[in-house]
């Protein structure tokens, strides 16, 4: 099968930076989209943040110029630069591939990971 696992997250202040990392394993054939969600306590999972197969970017309005996603196709793993990071910042941080496992299976499936916590202090 398919496993994503994340790394990167913390506990920051006001101000500082973090990088999140996902790195996808398993039966994969090839990668689509990649990408990063939040859930903030009592809010809905929104996106972040995410890149295509082609590093085509799309970024939520509230991280842009401040959020950086990326990814090396070679090592299957995305990352997300977050800089000038701010409280509402805070939650959990998901990373999420359309995958492709096999030449055989034409289409693609969603994956996610477990999830980093962010933390924001002011």
């Known amino acids: 099968q398919v496993q994503l696992e994340e790394s990167g997250g913390g506990l920051v202040k006001a101000g500082e930076s973090l990088r999140l990392s996902c790195a996808v394993s398993?039966?994969?054939?090839?990668?689509?989209?990649m990408g990063w969600y939040r859930q903030a306590p009592g809010k809905q999972r929104e996106l972040v943040a995410h890149?295509?197969?082609?590093?085509?970017?799309n970024y939520a309005d509230s991280v842009k110029g401040r959020f950086t996603i990326s990814r090396d196709n070679a090592k299957n793993t995305v990352y997300l630069q977050m800089n000038s990071l701010k409280p509402e910042d805070t939650a959990v941080y998901y990373c999420?591939?359309?995958?492709?496992?096999?030449?055989?299976?034409?289409?693609?499936?969603?994956?996610w990971g477990q999830g980093t916590q962010v933390t924001v202090s002011s």
């Open positions: 398993g039966s994969i054939y090839s990668i689509n989209t």
């Open positions: 890149v295509t197969s082609g590093g085509s970017t």
């Open positions: 999420n591939a359309d995958v492709r496992i096999s030449i055989i299976r034409l289409s693609y499936s969603e994956y």
